[in-house]
Each structure stands twice: as structure tokens, then as C-alpha cells.
């Protein structure tokens, strides 16, 4: 329970000056999130609920795969980067002198730790059976221009899964595993329904990476989706005056703007060539590691979703992912009262915001719809004279008389 009598952030009247999009404006007139600078962004109470309930999500779909959770550092060794060629190729690292003379990189990923870090635990092929460990972890890259609100930062939180196999194959069958686990993530999201399955370059791995890529008005990709089949594909691999499936051979095809969620990547051998992974087989040759990479933007997928899901009156958050589930407006001398139907919902497996401040009804009714809360309470004389409360949900016009 959350009393907003005590509670140190409030909401402000209007959408700040200078938001980089409305979905960004709401979350800071709610109270959600503040800005230090271009890029990075403080998470309030409720903008920290929001992000926990979404890797809550992530994690439940993860663990049921077989990964397992851990947690590695920011900062990386430079000698590490070095040794995989890329101190001096990734342009968005950042590097941080330290004492002695030494450098370390901000990581804005992890292969440079999770491949040593393995390395210790992977020595035969028995050891490669369904090996995968992933993390939710703060990332830096060095943007040009960070815009966007928390769609696009220079500091973020990231949900990355690295899977260790013995062939091409074996990283194949996982691959499909963890594109599993994409898919119920994203349907239990909200984002199933405009989320593709996206072929993008594959860079120096391989010939595709796959992207999950969600429509979005003021989304930075431009997604080619075809019409036969329904493959999207990133703008950034097809030319775009003789657009051609790659799947299925079709023209036909619709150009949508779009938001990158996710990206799953298979890494074959680079990094495990860098470090020395490689494991016994069942003759006892030793062979190289083969490797996959799967990120989830945690922070942007909650912006996505304040920005998909708005409406006129404020933020709209899917239930399973809103920073409380219920929105309770106390009216009048009856905070008691409150608190024992707090305590009720509580034991029903429901989350309760009580709005006990000494403000009128409007400003209470204009700050529940405006955080997005599913659901209203409304607690007064009135109501209790019909011996309940008022309900009503963020979308409906509609309310009701619920007994106590």
C-alpha cells in the first residue's frame, strides 16, 4: 500500500516544456520519471514498480526455459575489449580512465565478461547441455544524440541472455527455445498483436540478426512487412524500391514505423575464439563454444507501452504491469474505513494506491486516470450509505456500486 499523504513525489498540473515525445511528457507529469541529463533518467517509486513488474515477467519466462539468473559488473576490463577486437570498433563505448593508468569500458554489453566468466564453469560437452545465464543490468552507450525520452538513452536497463552450445545446431534448436519465450513475454505485455518477428543485418555473425520490432508512430525503424506472409523485415536490409520477402519471394508488403524491443543473435564463435572457450567432445577433441546473444530493452518496452497505451486523459497500463493495480480516493473522514478495504484487497492478491490527501475529488480523479492506475475506488459518505465503494476501470466510463 502506498498513502499518498506520505508519499515525497507529486504530479505536476500540465505536460512539462521540452518532452521529447507526449508518452515521455506524461510519465514525467505523473511522477514517474525525472531527467538528469540527455539520456539518463531517475525512476520514482512508481516509474520502479513499472520496470520490476515488466523483468518480473521476463524472469518468469526465463526461468521456465531452464536460464539461470545472475548479475554482472558495469564496468569491463580494457584488456578484455581488446582481446575481442572491439575497444577500438564499438563508436557508442564508453571509457573511463582510472587510477594507475588503467582504462575500463562501461559495458553496453556483455560478451567481453559472460565468455571468461564460462569459461571457468564449461569443460566438456556434458556441461553444454541447455547452458544459458542471462541479467538485468544497468548498459551506457555513448549516443550522438540521445532523444526520445527513455526509448532511446544513454543509460538504460537491459535484460541480456547469453547460451553457450556445442554446434550450430544445438544454438539453432535453442534459438527457437528462447524466440519462444519472446513471444509469451511480449503477448503478456500487451505487445503480441503489434509486435514482428523482424529479419535484420546480421553484421559480422551472421547473414540476418531478428529483431522484435513493435509498430510505433514515433518509432526510429522503418519495418517492411510482407502481405503474403506476414515476415517484417528491417529497412536496413532490403532496398526499398524493389522490396523482395526474403521469405517467402512476394512484393506485396506495408511500411510501418516501428520501435526496437528485442533482438536475439547468434554470436557463432567470435567470442569464444577471443577467449579460449572451447569444451572436450565425446572423442575428446577440443572444439570452440558456439554462442547466442538475446536481449529485451526493459526501460524502452516500458516506454513503448506509456506510449502505445496513452490516451487523452494520461498514461493506460496493461494490469499485470501498472506500479499498483487499484487507485483508492478517500473522501471525507474515512480513512479507516480505507484502510480495512486495503487490507481486503490485499488478501486478494491486489496492489492499492490510497489517495488520502486534502485536495478536492477533481484533482484526486484527474491524478488516477492521468498515473494510468486500472482501477478507481472512490470511498465516500455517499458510498457508504449504500454500504460500499464506487469502481470503475481507467477505460470505462462506467462505474459501480461494490458491497463492503
Known sequence: MLQLSRYPFHTLKTVPNGSDNRSTGLLLQAGFIRQEMAGAYVFTHLGLRVLKHIEQIIREELDAIGSSEILMPSLGKKESWLKTG??????????????????????????????????????????????????????????????????????????????????????????????????RIFERLGLSGSTF??????????????????????????????????????????????FVCVECGSTEHRLTKTSEVGNIFKLGTRF???????????????????????????????????????DEKGLVWPENIAPYSHYLIVIGEHLDEALSLVRKLEAEGKSVLVDDRTVGFGSKAGDADLMGIPYRIVLSDKTLAQWGYELKERTEDESQIISL
Request: with cysteine.
Open 86 to 183: 572491439r575497444w577500438d570498433e564499438v563508436d557508442v563505448l564508453f571509457k573511463l580512465p582510472a587510477s594507475e593508468g588503467k582504462e575500463y569500458a562501461l559495458n553496453p554489453t556483455h560478451e567481453e565478461i559472460v565468455t571468461p566468466l564460462m569459461k571457468e564453469f564449461i569443460q566438456s560437452y556434458k556441461d553444454l547441455r541447455n547452458c544459458s545465464v542471462y541479467q538485468f543490468q544497468t548498459k551506457f552507450r555513448n549516443e550522438a544524440r540521445a532523444k526520445s525520452g527513455i526509448l532511446r538513452g544513454r543509460e538504460f536497463i537491459m535484460k541480456d541472455l547469453y547460451s553457450f552450445h556445442a554446434n550450430t545446431e544445438e544454438l539453432d534448436t535453442y534459438f527457437e527455445v528462447v524466440h519462444g519465450a519472446y513471444d
Open 272 to 310: 569464444s575464439d577471443a577467449f579460449e572457450l572451447r569444451y572436450q567432445d565425446e572423442t575428446g577433441a577440443m572444439k570452440p563454444v558456439t554462442m547466442g546473444c538475446y536481449g529485451i530493452g526493459v526501460s524502452r518496452v516500458m516506454g513503448v507501452i506509456a506510449e502505445k497505451f496513452m
Open 197 to 242: 518477428y523482424t529479419f535484420a543485418s546480421g553484421g559480422a555473425f551472421s547473414k540476418y540478426s531478428y529483431e522484435f520490432q513493435t509498430e510505433l508512430s514515433i518509432g526510429e525503424d522503418n519495418v517492411y512487412i510482407c502481405s503474403k506472409c506476414g515476415q517484417a523485415h528491417n529497412e536496413e536490409i532490403i532496398d526499398p524500391a524493389h
